[in-house]
């Protein structure tokens, strides 16, 4: 049997390549930094969580492991809930498929709605949390003459959330987004044989440009938690 055919057997049944590549805590700070947020997201047994672009679903994983809630993963990327869902605790998580800007959930669903991502809707996250709810975020955030972090929070203001928490993790973001970017190119030919050209190699280009806006001081990253009532 030549090496190839065990391979692609592998690239067909190994649907969560993407965890080798990227990471299961998809985001500056990682797996610390969901623990952060956690501690901070007034969650409590029971309640119903929200976790938007989750990716593998690790912090609706975490949540629902550490505090008995409903957590609910949403991503555009079915292939990466149906991974989400194969790990440990994916059997206590609702995977749907679904975009971040048009949630398929009622108002005032869920007692804290997350995303760990810079594509964010303040719009449709505001709408489906619950009246007393909290929002956690870890994202890019200006640093610079757009008005710098007081437009962000402005902007969740409008829909009636004030900051309960925040940690600036510039530098870190620096260092970490770099770390992952040389991993990646250092790999990228690795994977690329294994599993074939897949478009979240483009996650790299994306990458590159993180960095240069870091080393220009014009975003920051943060992790913030906002609440309301
Ligand atoms: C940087 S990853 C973050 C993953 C996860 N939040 C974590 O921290 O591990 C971004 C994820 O958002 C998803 N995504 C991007 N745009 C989206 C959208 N409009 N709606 C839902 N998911 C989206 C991507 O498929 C990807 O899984």
């Known amino acids: 049997m030549t090496l190839a055919a065990p391979l692609s057997a592998l690239a067909d049944e190994y649907a969560s390549w993407w965890i080798d590549f990227l990471g299961e805590h998809n985001h ?24 938007c672009g989750a990716f593998v679903g690790a912090s609706a994983r975490m949540a629902a492991r550490r505090l008995d809630v ?23 998580v609702a995977w749907v498929a679904a975009n971040t800007q048009r949630l398929p959930f009622v108002d005032g669903t869920f007692q804290s709605v997350w995303s760990l991502d810079s594509y964010i809707s303040v719009r449709e996250m505001s709408r489906v949390a619950a009246a007393t709810a909290t929002v956690c975020l870890c994202c890019e955030t200006p640093d610079d003459s757009r008005g710098g972090l007081d437009s962000f929070f402005d902007e969740w203001r409008e829909f009636g959330w004030e900051m309960a928490a925040h940690k600036s993790v510039t530098m870190d973001a620096l260092q970490t987004w770099r770390h992952a970017e040389a991993e990646l190119v250092a790999r990228r030919s690795r994977y690329e044989a294994r599993y074939g050209y897949r478009p979240y190699l483009g996650q790299l280009d994306l990458m590159s440009h993180l960095v240069a806006a870091y080393e220009r001081g014009g975003m920051g990253h943060s992790l913030l938690v906002f609440a309301r009532g």
């Not at 500056?28 to 976790?51: K, N």
């Not at 409903?70 to 206590?92: K, M, N, S, T, W």
């Open 28 to 51: 500056v700070g990682g797996e610390e930094a969901t623990r952060w947020l956690l501690d901070r997201s007034r969650l409590a047994a029971g309640d119903r969580m929200l976790d």
């Open 70 to 92: 409903h957590a609910v993963a949403i991503d555009v990327e079915p292939d990466f809930l149906e991974a989400g869902r194969q790990l440990a605790g994916g059997e206590q």
